[in-house]
């Protein structure tokens, strides 16, 4: 029954929705408040009837309903609760209820605003989220439903995929979706200024948290994909350029492009028609990546099987592109910019610089990455496009933006002076020349890596240094201590210094992605019992194999020991334990890998197999220098976020801040 009141929760949505943009549109029209103040309301209605449907759906994962189909394909008596709640979004019906959850429940929130200064924008706002969540409904209610029930119900279900029995792929997808779906919030802002016709930034200033909150999630969702992949995978490393990784990277670097751009906009007045591009590109590629994945043209270990939702979600792609155009080259002379570049030797210069960078590197990823759909298409034979290819054109644009990050701050808006930048850069430099001479003295050698380290170095260096430097000012003027300088030249500047905190976060993934990639070691070997093999600076000893307790109901463990001694003095790194576990049911074998080391160096070993009763086995072990700075550099890159969200001043301050127009970074 109460499964039954989800469904119908579902339909009432949709009508909801549909309520909602003709309301929205007439009242708009007709400039009757009261038409507005009702589609309002019905798109607020839209996120308590999808949670009743998502508890509906619960309570048949929850109470075993296997005459559900989803219930049947995703759990089974044997799934542990905690597993059955994050079943809602383990596929694919599912994954898309959720995503109207997450959807609507932005919209909420976004609706709940007083809507005073920019009340104009309100009626297509409202119309533009409905109109999406319309969309997703739709394909809920009719390619993707959850509730489809079976005639003969089985006893039993299949169990949730082994794959997503990690935590990080349980918090992995619903960031994704959370960075996808805000997303929705600055893009309705933007085409509500473009049908309201105006001219000014307010549509850039209402919709910058929610596109800091898109890009925070879908940042999340990226890392934690990393580290599953890293943890369940079993191959060693964190990122290979799998199509359904390069997806949400690609609508990634076009947010991070705009939230660059709409800098100089605030500052300048300039580009407004490159920011409401990107915006427009940023949302179409969300659409375009969640299509191809769910398309079952995908050969990846995060795609959907085959179905029926990519010709719906292309369509609407289509539609939604062609408004966008349409309604933006209506409005062309409503965004001309109001200045124009004074020199390409200054801060905007260098933003637009990374800007350009930011877009050829999405748009070399997503060419890469649709190319082998492309020539299947064309000739039946899809070429694959690999790492190496990646890695050659992408990583040479992302060391150029590594390093822009480093200088964009020493520059003045409007001109920059050559002699305050080099004055400025004498202490990095001299960092990172004797950063590269220490890291070759200790047998780190190879020309192009140690060009990629000082790149880093020199931009850690020249970012902390602007700590540093506001620091040393406040001090000297107000008095103040140390912490509490840094405390209130943080707080008066947030947007600022949270913007530094990220460039750390990103300067450190990509020292521990140059360790990784250019100094990993990977060493596949057979070994007898007792018998011992070396990789690196380590000696690994096999001491056997044994079955031992699954960490679920519906599988069995095979579990190898092996010591990990210091091939140069013999001590005793650690023992380690990788395990295979077979689910029958699914016919899935998942090979875990267990890892030692230290936090500048991780022993990864993974147990391939075993012969005779465990007389002799195979083990794949990985040398990972760094690679555990990728993960710190991603919660640095995140905390930086919440800095420049989150409102440190008090009351009074924010209020008086209020008062003055919103700028990017001030100016020195």
Known sequence: MITDVGYIALIIALFASLYAVAASLVGAQRNDDRFVQSGRTAAMLIFPLVLTACIGLWYALLTFDFGVKYVADVSS????????????????????????????????????????????????????????????????????????????PPQDGRGLNPLLRHPGMIIHPPMLYAGYTSFLIPFAFCIASLAAGRRDNLWLLKSRRWTLVGWAFLGSGLLLGGRWAHDVLGWGGYWGWDPSENMPFVS????????????????????KN?????????????????????????????????????????GFMVFILLGTIGLWFSRLDNLRSENKLDSWFSREGIFLLQNVLFVSTALTIFLGTIFPTITEAINGTKI???????????????????????????????????????????????????????????????????????????????????????VQARVHSTGESIPAALFHLVQRNQRRYGGYLV???????????????????????????????SAGNYT???????????????????????????????????????HRDSYPVQQYTATIADITGSFNEEVYVILGGWENAGASATFQVYIN?????????????????????????????????MKVKTVGVPSK
Request: positive net charge; aromatic residues 14%.
């Open 274 to 314: 490159w920011n409401v591009l990107l915006m427009a590109v940023t949302f179409i590629s969300i659409f375009f990546g969640t299509s191809f994945i769910r398309s079952g043209l995908l050969t990846s270990v995060h795609a959907f099987a085959q179905s029926t939702l990519a010709p719906l979600f292309l």
């Open 503 to 533: 460039h750390l976060g990103v300067v450190l993934i990509a020292v521990g992605a140059i360790g990784k990639g250019y100094y990993g070691i990977d060493v596949l070997k057979n070994v007898k019992l007792n018998e011992s093999f």
């Open 77 to 152: 008596r044997a799934t542990p609760l905690f597993f059955r709640i994050t079943a809602l979004w383990g596929s694919q019906n599912g994954s898309i209820l959720f995503w109207n959850l997450l959807l609507s429940a932005f919209i909420f929130v976004a609706m709940l605003r007083t809507w005073k200064e920019d009340k104009a924008l309100l009626p297509y706002f409202t119309a533009t989220v409905s109109v999406v969540a319309l969309f997703f409904l739709f394909v809920n209610l009719s390619a993707a439903n959850p509730f489809a029930r079976f005639n003969f």
């Open 384 to 470: 694959t496009v690999g790492p190496p290819f990646y890695n050659q054109v992408a990583v040479p644009q992302m060391a150029v933006l590594v390093i822009l990050m480093g200088v964009a701050p020493l520059l003045a808006w409007r001109k920059a002076n050559v002699q305050t930048l080099g004055r400025l850069s004498v202490v990095p430099i001299i960092a990172a020349i004797a950063g590269v001479v220490l890291l070759a003295v200790t047998g780190a050698g190879r020309l192009i890596p140690l060009l990629l380290l000082a790149l880093c170095i020199y931009t850690f260096v020249q970012t902390l240094l602007e700590y540093i430097r506001g």
């Open 540 to 578: 690994f000893t096999y001491r056997g194999i044994s079955p031992v307790p699954c960490a679920f109901n519906d599988c069995q463990s095979v579990q190898a020991a092996v010591l990990v001694t210091n091939s140069k003095d013999g001590l005793v790194v650690g023992g380690v334990y990788p």
């Open 252 to 271: 990634w670097l076009f947010a991070t492009a705009f939230l660059h751009s709409a800098m100089i906009q605030e500052k300048r007045g300039m580009f």
């Open 625 to 657: 220098p760094m690679i555990n700075w990728i993960w710190l550099g991603g919660v640095i890159l995140i905390l930086g976020f919440f800095v420049a969200f989150w409102n440190l001043e008090p009351i009074g301050e924010a209020r008086t801040a």
